[in-house]
């Protein structure tokens, strides 16, 4: 049985495509989906599915087959959209795949984790780039794609840049954006301080830079907060256990994954058992209290016949089955209003795709959301989600009806079976519910404390769980951060050689050659002297935010836990910014 992991809309807005290949991403459920508004429910359903896109575009980029190639080529040809469609590569050139990815890479300023000319050999031979290239692996089938998950990254934060402007500029807030970039900094220990420009295309390669490296910390952070909200909340279970006089698990910290994994769905499976007995337990003390009721009245007379007992359920059970009818017809009603509206948006969709706008390209989302901000579309859509939620309910009332009308049943059920003679005291019936009442409370509560003990431990081993990834995660997102800040030094120096600052980004573009000669990381030039005799470099000596970055040079301190972490001190950068960066029009 998988395992289900339950998600917040916050959560559901940070993830990313490398969490949907974390082996726990089997079964997610959104927290407190039936009280969303029809705006977040819609931003939750375009989050998973780009987050769909990506990770099956993803794998499906080291190899197509004939069919997939064919029906590529003629949606291309249906397209009516003026977006030049790139061809498809040849099915089995997993390594023009990887070089497509580099150049779009390249083109848009970004930086490679590796030299290129290296090809697929690094992938055995990693050497200094053994970290750095498990970052961006994806999974075994496109391992070696990790160009294309460069790629994927950079588009999130070139639309992250959009979004912020968006939001800050027409608000006249941009400073507070530049404000909080630089917090961060300081926070982290980094020094250097970007001069961010409301038009993306004015903005220096180094300040660029500097702002994906406050995208990347933000990526960072939001790890630091879920590291602690699962810390708190296991120090919370295990707590609660204490107190019930139970274990919680303490001797099994450091597990490999799939022991805590395969522990967590055997309690699961413990649970949902007690689960099961507590609902039928639950079942026998409501009908004991009903049983109770109709011994109570009056109209039963001093002394109850055993007929008049039967028949008093047996309207109990026509009364509900009439309600379930009435229910019905309501149900059928709100389904046949929403059809409409759901045809359209399904029409709607298939029309986007046939045109080509799937969404997550840069073009086929600006087209998308030009179409979706008109006021008849969203009158349209907000109608769609109003009925839908109405549907939604009549089918809930209409499902509960039916479950009263099986409960009522069972209370006929058990009046025709029970032993009873012809005529009973009506006293000695309510003495009878009340003893009933009495054996099936003390059942529940029993029922009630073993699940609870079942499912805070089951809680502790799916924190233990969680924190093994999110530190896994943490570790890393380290290493990038690492690579990440090395960069930056390499832009600064590039900056400090040039002695001005660059111009616009759209007015330079560089050779192939001159990306590549910053993409070498620092630890390549301390295993090749000569190239760092090539260019002189003022290298940091600051400890990175987990880890080292030359273990040689720094001292080691202990690490701590959340905000209280050694964070690094770099020199401060007082170095001019590199030249301007070409920035694709369609991300403009």
């Not at 080291?62 to 790139?86: E, W």
């Not at 089938?141 to 402007?165: E, G, H, I, P, Y």
């Not at 689960?275 to 109209?299: D, P, T, V």
């Not at 799937?358 to 073009?363: L, M």
Request: charged share 35%.
């Amino acid at each position: 049985m998988p395992l289900c992991k339950i998600y917040s809309v916050e959560e559901i807005m940070d993830l990313t495509v490398k969490d949907t290949q974390d082996p726990d991403f089997v079964n997610i459920q959104i927290k407190g989906w039936q009280k969303f508004t029809p705006g977040d429910k819609e931003r939750c359903i375009l989050k998973l599915r780009e987050l769909k896109s990506q990770r099956d575009g993803l794998a499906q980029s080291s190899a197509l087959d004939a069919n997939v190639l064919t029906d590529k080529l003629n949606q291309v040809q249906r397209s009516r959209s003026a977006t030049p469609v790139r061809p498809p590569l040849e099915p089995d050139d997993p390594e023009g795949e990887q070089k497509q990815s580099h150049d779009a890479l390249v083109k848009d300023n970004g930086r490679p984790c590796y030299p290129i000319e290296l090809g697929f050999d690094v992938f055995e031979n990693p050497g200094q780039y053994k970290e750095l290239l498990e970052y961006w692996k994806i999974d075994k089938s496109s391992a070696k794609q990790v160009f294309l998950a460069q790629l994927s990254d950079w588009k999130n934060f070139r639309r992250n840049q959009q979004r912020n402007r968006r939001y800050y500029v027409p608000r006249n807030k941009f400073h507070e954006y530049q404000k909080i970039l630089l917090e961060r900094r300081r926070r982290h220990g980094l020094d250097g301080d970007p001069q961010l420009h409301k038009e993306m295309v004015e903005q220096s390669k180094l300040d660029d830079w500097m702002e994906y490296q406050h995208y990347k910390l933000g990526e960072y952070e939001s790890l630091e907060k879920k590291l602690d909200k699962h810390e708190e909340r296991l120090a919370y279970e295990r707590k609660a256990l204490a107190e019930l006089c139970c274990s919680a698990f303490e001797d099994i910290e450091g597990l490999e994954f799939g022991k805590y994994y395969g522990m967590a769905i055997e309690w699961s499976e413990k649970e949902a058992k007690a689960e099961e007995k507590e609902e039928i337990a639950g079942r026998k003390l409501r009908m004991a209290k009903k049983r109770f009721e109709a011994a109570q009245l009056e109209e039963l007379g001093e002394r109850v016949e055993r007929d008049s007992w039967i028949g008093w359920f047996t309207k109990e059970v026509e009364l509900q089955r009439t309600r379930l009818d009435r229910l019905q017809g309501l149900a059928n009603e709100a389904r046949r209003d929403v059809k409409p509206y759901n045809q359209w948006w399904d029409a709607k969709r298939i029309e986007w795709e046939e045109k080509g706008w799937n969404g997550f390209t840069d073009e086929g989302h600006r087209l998308i959301e030009l179409e979706t901000s008109s006021a008849e579309f969203r009158a349209r859509f907000d109608k769609m989600m109003e009925l839908d939620q109405q549907a939604g309910k009549a089918r809930d009332a209409h499902f509960t009806a039916g479950r009263e009308v099986e409960f009522a049943e069972e209370l006929l059920e058990a009046a025709r079976t029970e032993d009873l003679a012809p005529t009973v005291e009506r006293a000695a019936l309510i003495r009878r519910a009340q003893k009933e009442i009495r054996f099936a409370e003390s059942h529940v509560e029993e029922e009630q404390e073993l699940v609870k003990v079942l499912d805070l431990k089951r809680r502790v081993l799916d924190d233990l769980h969680s924190i093994r990834i999110v530190k896994g995660k943490m570790k890393r997102h380290n290493v990038l951060l690492d690579w990440v800040e090395r960069q930056r030094l390499e832009l600064a120096a590039d900056s400090a050689s040039t002695g001005q600052r660059s111009g616009p980004r759209r007015s330079i573009r560089l050779s192939s050659g001159a990306y590549l000669r910053p993409c070498t990381t620092e630890a390549s030039n301390v295993d090749h002297p000569a190239k760092r005799g090539a260019r002189p470099q003022k290298l940091s000596t600051a400890k990175s935010i987990l880890s080292p970055v030359y273990p040689a040079k720094v001292t080691k301190t202990t690490k701590h836990k959340g905000k209280g972490r050694q964070r690094p001190n770099v020199t401060h950068d007082t170095l001019p910014a590199a030249e301007k960066m070409n920035v694709d029009s369609s991300l403009a």
